[in-house]
């Protein structure tokens, strides 16, 4: 079946440290996005990509970095630069246009130690 | 549409009971309007959708919502909740650079 894969589905990080969030997506999508979703905030978007090798900030950018190697693959990093990094993630993916077919991961849950 | 904004962050209403969710949308071009819901530990799943035509869009599980031009509204209804509609309802819309904003959402409670 094809779909969007996060991981891991809860993750803790140490101060100062960074990790790493996986989306994975076998449906061809060109283009990927990363949601972060806070209580009472909604969705905000992190970075996005529309084609391999090109991504753009979002609204909130800041402390987080991205990569698009593949079309497959779009992993997000928390680094010690976000000092709020508790929340949900959300990574979503959709063919480049086609605004209804958007699908979205299960979520990733960060927490701080 | 560039941006859309609920005002409603939480809503608790009895079974049987009519909903009315409010969604706005700053305008910005292209017309794209969409309806999330997000169940507890569950996934997003759209609920309904709008690019143009028939402003009275009907969804699943008994939702609806209407596009009203003049007020730039595009509210979200259920004639008759559910407990199981308990979750929460995103409004959102992809502005002109194709990234889709959401709303804050509204947390729905529905008492039986």
């Keep these: 079946d094809g779909g969007i894969t996060q991981s891991p589905k809860y993750l803790f990080r140490k101060e100062g440290q960074n990790v790493t969030l996986s989306c994975e997506q076998n449906l061809n999508h060109d283009a990927m996005y990363w949601y972060r979703q806070d209580p009472g905030q909604g969705l905000r978007l992190i970075y996005y990509s529309q084609i391999v090798n090109d991504f753009q900030k979002g609204d909130i950018a800041e402390g987080y970095s991205v990569s698009r190697e593949k079309k497959e693959s779009f992993p997000l990093t928390v680094t010690s630069a976000q000092k709020n990094p508790t929340a949900f993630y959300l990574c979503a993916s959709s063919v480049q246009g086609a605004f209804e077919k958007l699908f979205f991961g299960s979520g990733t849950q960060l927490s701080v130690l | ?112």
């Design chain 2, 1 to 112: 549409a560039q941006s859309v904004s609920q005002h409603n962050h939480h809503v608790i209403l009895s079974e049987a009971a009519s909903l009315e969710l409010g969604c706005n949308y700053s305008y910005g071009g292209t017309v794209n309007l969409f309806w999330y819901v997000q169940y507890p530990g569950q996934h997003l799943q759209l609920l309904l959708k709008y690019f143009s035509g028939d402003p009275l869009v009907k969804g699943i599980k008994g939702f609806e919502a209407e596009f009203i031009k003049s007020k730039f509204s595009f509210n979200l209804r259920k004639p008759s909740v559910q407990w199981s509609d308990t979750a929460e309802y995103f409004c959102a819309t992809f502005d002109s650079w194709g990234k889709l904003q959401f709303g804050a959402g509204t947390q729905v409670v529905v008492t039986p």
